[in-house]
């Protein structure tokens, strides 16, 4: 069965550097979407992505985030400048058509830890 | 604000015992509700999905019921067992593009 995948598992890294999340949504799908749960609280949402474009951004999605499907495959989330906050697991989902009507699958997510 | 609240404390339950667990919202009137089921360190992982003009929705051992007056989903694993162990989150769909807007979940465990 198709599924989405992630990588890294665990990134660690410092505060101020940048960090680039990457996703494979499954194949046919049209809707990408990034999540984020900081630990022991909710998932939240922090962009959605459709026709090669963002659609939909939260507050949390401010100039320091920045995400990109490069080839086709990959959806890539960046973080230019990392915070201690940004410390979080952080989820792709993709999704065929318009979440509103169907699931969105996940991918296991990045556990990103900034020193 | 829009706000969606799930019974924050844990759920424990024997097994066979029905587990009902409660999504309560404000501020919003979703046309869709969906329910995933969430295992520690993993991502969340779709179960059902309900209609506004549905009352209820079946799949095998779960149940989902959807009330747009009192802005409630109520949802329910029959014939419970210790593999149901999990955090179940309930998701409002915003709108078109489909962002969804998670409940803090609630922590369900069965034992045998």
Redesign the interface.
């Given at each position: 069965e198709p599924e989405?995948t992630q990588t890294p598992s665990h990134q660690v890294t410092q505060m101020g550097q940048e960090v680039i999340l990457r996703c494979v949504p499954i194949s046919n799908h049209l809707?990408f979407?990034w999540?984020r749960q900081i630990l022991g609280?909710?998932?939240?949402?922090l962009v959605?992505f459709?026709n090669n474009e963002i659609?939909?951004k939260s507050e949390i999605f401010d100039d320091q985030f920045s995400v990109e499907r490069p080839d086709g495959s990959n959806f890539t989330l960046k973080i230019r400048s990392t915070k201690l906050e940004d410390s979080a697991?952080y989820?792709c989902?993709s999704?065929p058509t318009?979440?509103?009507?169907?699931?969105?699958?996940?991918?296991?997510?990045t556990?990103l830890t900034v020193l | 604000s829009q706000k969606i609240e799930q019974n924050s404390e844990a759920l424990n339950i024997q097994e066979g015992k029905t587990a009902t667990l409660t999504c309560n919202y404000t501020n919003y009137s979703p046309a869709y509700l969906q329910w995933y089921r969430q295992d520690p360190g993993r991502g969340p992982v779709f179960l059902l999905l309900i209609r506004e003009n549905e009352k209820e929705k079946r799949k095998e051992r779960l149940k989902v019921t959807f009330d747009t007056t009192l802005k409630q989903s109520l949802f329910h694993i029959t014939a419970s067992q210790p593999a149901d162990s999990a955090t179940y989150l309930c998701a409002l769909v915003h709108n078109q593009g489909g962002k969804l807007i998670f409940g803090q979940g609630t922590e369900l465990s069965v034992k045998p």
């Open positions: 989405v809707y979407y999540y609280q909710k998932v939240e949402f959605s459709y659609s939909e697991m989820f989902a999704s318009s979440g509103r009507y169907n699931e969105q699958f996940f991918g296991p997510g556990r | -």
